[in-house]
């Protein structure tokens, strides 16, 4: 792409490193900011400044936060005793949207991935097993995507807790295999959560 101006060109190399983003859908956005009121550009960037610097990581599920402890986890109301393990904040809001949930969360924060060089080290594993340790959980409930990268992680996590008391489940597959519990329809989502099974049920049938 030839641009006429460095400023222009080195705005859409920025933008186009978001991912799911060219270099053609770059200079469509840069171009519509420009034609905004120049305010929309400095609200933009402040946000996503403000963001990066004062975003927090609940220090007991490790979800994206405003304050040490999430709303999630500071509610008096949830149970502690069942917690459901998720990839994402995405996975966080996609359960709680069904409303079906009463318990609380554990954010891994990815799934293991030798392709993109994400070993179990990189995760929230170890503090998950920790809080096992501690005696608090009852419950764990699987939640990761049905993909390969899944898979792998829930049966790490699954070995790093045999033996010890907590009873482990995994949602229902009312979800297709590969498809991303974010896109998973509430109901759907909602009855998997409900009618989950045993964990080692899960072993048998893969
Ligand atoms: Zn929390």
Redesign the pocket.
């Known amino acids: 792409m030839d641009f006429s101006s460095k400023l222009l060109e080195n705005a859409v190399a920025e933008v186009s490193q978001l991912p799911g983003i060219g270099k053609r859908t770059a200079l469509r956005l840069v171009l519509h900011l420009l034609k905004q009121p120049k305010e929309r550009t400095t609200y933009l960037t402040a946000a996503i400044q403000a963001l990066r610097d004062d975003v927090v990581f609940?220090k007991?599920?490790h979800?994206i936060?405003d304050s040490e402890?999430?709303e999630?986890?500071a509610n008096p109301k949830r149970d502690r005793s069942v917690v459901c393990v998720v990839e994402d904040l995405r996975d966080v809001m996609a359960i709680e949207n069904t409303g079906q949930f009463q318990g609380t969360y554990h954010v891994l924060g990815g799934k293991i991935s030798p392709m993109e060089g994400i070993g179990p080290n990189d995760l929230n594993i170890r503090s998950l097993v920790q809080k096992v340790d501690e005696g608090e959980i009852q419950e764990l409930i699987f939640a990761l995507s049905a993909s390969m990268e899944g898979d792998t992680t829930n049966f790490y996590i699954y070995r790093q807790l045999q033996g010890k008391s907590v009873k482990l489940a995994t949602i229902a597959r009312g979800i297709s295999v590969g498809d991303e519990l974010e896109y998973a329809d509430e109901v759907t989502l909602g009855r998997s959560i409900v009618n989950r099974i045993p964990f080692e049920d899960s072993l048998k049938t893969s």
């Open positions: 609940c007991k599920c979800n936060s402890v999430c999630i986890c």
